[in-house]
C-alpha cells in the first residue's frame, strides 16, 4: 500500500520559516520524481517545487530564493524548506511521488501565514 504522509504545517507568522516533510511507503522512493504542490482557498492546485530522481530542481517563480526542496533517500523523506513566508503562501500544501505510469499523492498539511 502506497502512503504519502505530509507533517510540518501549522501557523507561522509573515516572514517566519517552516519545513514540511513527505514521508513515503510502498513506493521505489529512490527512482521516483517528488514534488510539492498547494491549494489556496478558492484556488487551483499549483507546483511550488520539484526535485528528479537525480536531484534537479525546479521552483514556481514565486518561491524562488525562499523554498527549497530536497529529498533524504534513506529516509524515503523529501522536504521543503520555506523561508521568509508571506501571506499568500497560505494553502495545503501536498506532495506527489511520480515514476513513468504511476503518481500518488498525500493528504495535505496546512499552512497559514498570519499576524
Known amino acids: 500500500q502506497v502512503q504519502l504522509v505530509e507533517s510540518g504545517g501549522g501557523l507561522v507568522q509573515p516572514g517566519g520559516s517552516l519545513r514540511l516533510s513527505c514521508a513515503a511507503s510502498?513506493?521505489?522512493?529512490?527512482?521516483?520524481?517528488m514534488g510539492w504542490y498547494r491549494q489556496a482557498p478558492g484556488k487551483q492546485r499549483e507546483l511550488v517545487a520539484y526535485?528528479?530522481?537525480?536531484?534537479?530542481?525546479n521552483y514556481a517563480d514565486s518561491v524562488k530564493g525562499r523554498f527549497t526542496i530536497s529529498r533524504d533517500n534513506a529516509k524515503n523523506t523529501v522536504y521543503l524548506q520555506m523561508n521568509s513566508l508571506k501571506s499568500e503562501d497560505t494553502a495545503v500544501y501536498y506532495c506527489?511521488?511520480?515514476?513513468?505510469?504511476?503518481?500518488?499523492w498525500g493528504k495535505g498539511t496546512p499552512v497559514t501565514v498570519s499576524s
Open positions: 506527489k511521488s511520480s515514476v513513468v505510469g504511476m503518481e500518488y
Open positions: 526535485i528528479s530522481s537525480a536531484g534537479n530542481r
Open positions: 510502498g513506493i521505489a522512493f529512490s527512482i521516483n520524481a
